[in-house]
């Protein structure tokens, strides 16, 4: 049993080697190969999607729409929306006999919108739109951090979790997510950002948001006449950030394991040793990624 757990950690440790550089790297070098990345992992998802709820003869179908849908979000973001409501539409007529009909329609919002996130929130930091210092290189360091964030979150709920196990997060969907692995994986993103931020900001001296319209985080109980205001600065509010994210990638998760539940599969593929397949990988990426890319594109 033991030899058997140490063979599965092998694996994954091994095929995240191999990955993490690749990402990092294609997220360094920036266009074209940031876009080449996305098609290439939306693509794999695609299949996955398309192979877990469709009949064998239909599969190719579904993906050709996927794929179709993906592309116009990564290379054409004006044409992003309404293509990903035309192909939508189309994929629900086409599924017209399928029993997963809903599912694969969803796919395409989901894989078009997560997997495109991605490059939006990282051509919304590009200094060459002259928001940011053209001295950094603020698209690699911000969609590092939001990696870095929602791994912390896998790696802390998986180590705590499974050491201090405790009350069920939800049962019906995912017996093995717990609270304290919840808690585990928000602590240890918090702890990464907060390092991370003070490495970017202290270190290398990279100038971050003026925060105009989150300056302030303040409790008051007028009750008991309580009034408490904090000054938020770089390591504060991206603190506040990844506690959120992390939560975000966790529903993320349970999402997953619930279609997966539904149509009664362990892994989405094989196609990655120890991990299973790509949606196992990124599914806490592409639930909170939109997320992400909307707070910084229209709150901040």
Known sequence: ???????AITKRILAAIVMIPIALEALYLGSPFIEALAIVVGGLLAWEWATMLSKA????YYVTAYMISLAISVWSTDLALPMIAIVTFFTWFIANEEKHRKLLTLGVPYISVGIGALVW????FDPSEGSFDPRYNYSFMMVMWFFLIV???DIGGLVVGCNLRGPKLAPTISPNKTWSGLMGGILLAVSVSIIFMYICVEVMGMPFYDFSKFRYISFSYKALNIHQEWTVNSQLFYAVCAAVIAV?????????SAIKRLVGVKDSSKLIPGHGGVFDRVDGLIF????VYMFFMYLL
Do not use: C, H, N
């Open 1 to 7: 049993m033991v030899s058997r757990k140490f063979g």
């Open 57 to 60: 003869e239909t599969t190719s």
């Open 121 to 124: 929130m990282y051509l919304l």
């Open 151 to 153: 791994w912390s979150m």
């Open 248 to 256: 975000l990638a966790q529903i993320g998760d349970l999402v997953e």
């Open 288 to 291: 909170a990624a939109p997320f």
